[in-house]
């Protein structure tokens, strides 16, 4: 599977972007799709898991914030974020397994995407 992740860029707090992460294969609809992040100096962190089964989950810090989707027939997962904070300033990293355990847990997807930088701005 080929992720590619696209949709970042620079924005002033309180708004908004869409994260797009386009796979490659046939059998995108089998895979458990997930969003982390990486601020400079910081460890990768999850942000939302969109399961197999249609079940999403969501880090406490952006519940409410950003909402995770995926159109199976295009092969992509979306990233929908709101209410921008310089905090979610970041690289935005797409990925995707079949993720048996803890989906928040980055070591357990197999395939990944380049990144998208997001930078908001106060």
């Known amino acids: 599977v080929q992720l590619q992740a696209s949709g970042g860029g620079l924005v002033q707090a309180g708004g908004s972007l869409r994260l797009s992460c386009a796979a490659s294969?046939?059998?995108?609809?089998?895979?458990?799709m997930a969003w982390f992040r990486q601020a400079p100096g910081k460890e990768r962190e999850f942000v939302a898991a969109s399961r197999s089964s249609g079940s999403t989950f969501y880090a406490d810090s952006v519940k409410g914030q950003f909402t995770i989707s995926r159109d199976n027939a295009k092969n992509t997962v979306y990233l929908q974020m709101i209410s921008l904070k310089p905090e979610d300033t970041a690289v935005y990293y797409c990925?995707?397994?079949?993720?048996?355990?803890?989906?928040?847990?980055?070591?357990?997807?197999?395939?990944w995407g380049q990144g998208t930088q997001v930078t908001v701005s106060s």
């Open positions: 294969g046939r059998t995108f609809s089998s895979y458990d």
């Open positions: 990925a995707a397994g079949r993720v048996v355990g803890y989906y928040s847990d980055y070591d357990r997807y197999a395939f």
